[in-house]
């Protein structure tokens, strides 16, 4: 466990209960994760949504946290366990604050989203899925870890207008270009376009090549991007 305590709050039945928007702090939410508390962290996430649209809280009050849970691992604060609960739970966490979907979200263009071959972490591509389905996309989440042959297969196979992968480690460099090569070749009609997430895109990463048509670590800036693909847009960005 953390040496951080949770901040005490009273008991709680997470549908109906109110807090102080002030109190919603990446503090509370870590110390939540890394005690595998999903419930209570899906209650804080799903009062953050109240005041501010999904992409903008998961781009702050959630990556902020994840960031701390991060920070005290790497100073030995956290142990390997910490991180790894942390990260089960918020997945939880997230599947309770799923956005519903009516019937319209069965027709909107297909999102394809994937972790590149040897990729495991997940969250980034969870996270891009609800905002898109907000937003009227489809989406088929193929998981962690898609072999290449697997991903170009099902893009040939189905009509599909965006495919995100998510890579963090530079070591899948090779397996990442390999995929956003066998997507290009999948693309008969040339209108798929390619959206890359994850912290290889962070600045002073490496060079990719073949380039992704959008990439980046902003929910916000994915969203608004896929967005441009529904209204015409689309053209090469980074």
Same mark, same amino acid.
């Given at each position: 466990?953390?040496?951080?305590?949770?901040? !005490?709050?009273? !008991?709680?039945?997470? %549908?109906?209960?109110?807090v102080p928007?002030a109190?919603?702090?990446?503090?509370?939410?870590?110390?939540?994760? %890394?005690?595998g508390?999903?419930?209570?962290a899906?209650?804080?996430?799903?009062?953050?949504?109240?005041e501010? !649209?999904?992409?903008?809280?998961?781009?702050?009050?959630?990556?902020?946290?994840?960031?701390?849970?991060?920070?005290r691992?790497?100073s030995?604060?956290?142990?390997?366990?910490?991180?790894?609960?942390?990260?089960? %739970?918020?997945m939880?966490?997230?599947?309770?604050?799923?956005?519903?979907?009516?019937?319209?979200?069965?027709?909107?263009?297909?999102?394809v989203?994937?972790?590149?071959?040897?990729?495991?972490?997940?969250?980034?591509?969870?996270c891009?899925?609800?905002?898109?389905q907000?937003?009227?996309w489809?989406?088929?989440n193929?998981?962690?870890d898609?072999?290449?042959?697997?991903?170009?297969?099902?893009?040939?196979e189905?009509?599909?207008?965006l495919?995100a992968?998510?890579?963090s480690?530079?070591?899948r460099?090779d397996?990442l270009s390999a995929?956003?090569?066998?997507?290009r070749?999948?693309?008969?009609?040339?209108h798929i376009?390619?959206?890359?997430?994850?912290?290889? %895109?962070?600045?002073?990463?490496?060079?990719?090549?073949p380039?992704?048509?959008?990439?980046?670590?902003?929910?916000?800036?994915a969203?608004?991007?896929?967005?441009?693909?529904?209204?015409?847009?689309?053209?090469?960005?980074?």
């Amino acid at each position: 466990m953390s040496d951080d305590p949770v901040p !005490p709050l009273p !008991p709680v039945d997470p %549908t109906t209960a109110e807090v102080p928007a002030a109190s919603l702090s990446p503090e509370l939410l870590a110390s939540l994760l %890394t005690s595998g508390d999903d419930e209570l962290a899906a209650w804080t996430l799903q009062h953050a949504l109240r005041e501010s !649209p999904r992409a903008v809280v998961y781009d702050g009050l959630l990556r902020e946290a994840m960031h701390l849970v991060d920070e005290r691992w790497a100073s030995g604060r956290w142990s390997v366990a910490d991180e790894h609960l942390a990260s089960r %739970t918020l997945m939880r966490a997230l599947e309770q604050v799923r956005p519903k979907q009516g019937p319209e979200g069965r027709v909107g263009p297909v999102a394809v989203l994937a972790g590149a071959a040897g990729e495991q972490h997940m969250i980034g591509l969870v996270c891009l899925e609800q905002t898109l389905q907000e937003h009227g996309w489809t989406t088929a989440n193929l998981g962690a870890d898609v072999p290449t042959e697997d991903l170009a297969r099902y893009v040939a196979e189905n009509e599909v207008s965006l495919v995100a992968l998510s890579a963090s480690n530079p070591a899948r460099l090779d397996a990442l270009s390999a995929a956003i090569g066998a997507v290009r070749a999948a693309d008969r009609g040339g209108h798929i376009r390619v959206l890359l997430g994850g912290r290889i %895109t962070e600045p002073g990463g490496p060079s990719i090549d073949p380039a992704p048509d959008w990439a980046g670590t902003s929910l916000v800036e994915a969203t608004a991007y896929a967005t441009s693909l529904e209204n015409g847009g689309g053209g090469a960005t980074d």
